[in-house]
T-cell receptor
Framework: AQTVTQSQPEMSVQEAETVTLSCTYD???????LFWYKQPPSRQMILVIR??????QNATENRFSVNFQKAAKSFSLKISDSQLGDAAMYFC?????????????FGKGTLLTVNP | EAQVTQNPRYLITVTGKKLTVTCSQN?????MSWYRQDPGLGLRQIYY???????DKGDVPEGYKVSRKEKRNFPLILESPSPNQTSLYFC?????????????FGPGTRLLVL
């Protein structure tokens, strides 16, 4: 079974600085997808960024970028120029490529605090 | 506006009283899924549906039922709720059940079972 591990239950960063959230996963599959979701206090699950495992290029979305290391099974999220609105719980998730039992497997989350 | 809606958003009930949480999407998505979120456990899949009349169990299906009679709706049924089903529930949908399609989440339903 696939597992996703987020080793940092909590992180903090100063406004305007950069923070990196860690995620590792375990799978025997070669084709899969990885995601970071953000959950602000409203509890809404918001997609931050998506990475295809077959792509070597790291995904970026404005201030958010990932460091995807397939061999190491690592998928960290870097937030640059942190803003107060970035404060949230962040979940790393793994998705298989299709077929039965198609589901997101989530890590337990990292709570990010942004200090003014 | 493309969205996944859930109702109710908040619910307090008592043990054994049957309840249904509705989920609807207006994006013509094939795939729909229910997750529950508990502190320290992340989100875990309860049931999923790959299309109309096609449903299957996820990781934590005990105590829940689902149906998919129409493409847009995927209700979650708790026949006899128990306190251990107190949780935050999310419905999600994606265009297809392959190809890594992004899953879009509803706003969540917070359930308290007394």
């Amino acid at each position: 079974a696939q597992t996703v591990t987020q080793s940092q239950p909590e992180m903090s960063v100063q406004e305007a600085e950069t923070v990196t959230l860690s995620c590792t996963y375990d799978t025997s599959e070669s084709d899969y997808y990885l995601f970071w979701y953000k959950q602000p206090p409203s509890r809404q699950m918001i997609l931050v960024i998506r990475q295809e495992a077959y792509k070597q290029q790291n995904a970026t979305e404005n201030r958010f970028s990932v460091n995807f290391q397939k061999a190491a099974k690592s998928f960290s999220l870097k937030i640059s120029d942190s803003q107060l609105g970035d404060a949230a719980m962040y979940f790393c998730a793994w998705l298989n490529s299709g077929g039965s039992n198609y589901k997101l497997t989530f890590g337990k989350g990292t709570l990010l605090t942004v200090n003014p | 506006e493309a969205q996944v809606t859930q109702n109710p958003r908040y619910l307090i009930t008592v043990t054994g009283k049957k309840l249904t949480v509705t989920c609807s999407q207006n994006m013509n998505h094939e795939y729909m899924s229910w997750y529950r979120q508990d502190p320290g456990l992340g989100l875990r899949q309860i049931y999923y549906s790959m299309n109309v009349e096609v449903t299957d169990k996820g990781d934590v299906p005990e105590g829940y039922k689902v149906s998919r009679k129409e493409k847009r709706n995927f209700p979650l049924i708790l026949e006899s709720p128990s306190p251990n089903q107190t949780s935050l529930y999310f419905c999600a949908s994606s265009l297809r059940w392959r190809g890594g399609e992004t899953q879009y989440f509803g706003p969540g339903t917070r359930l308290l079972v007394l």
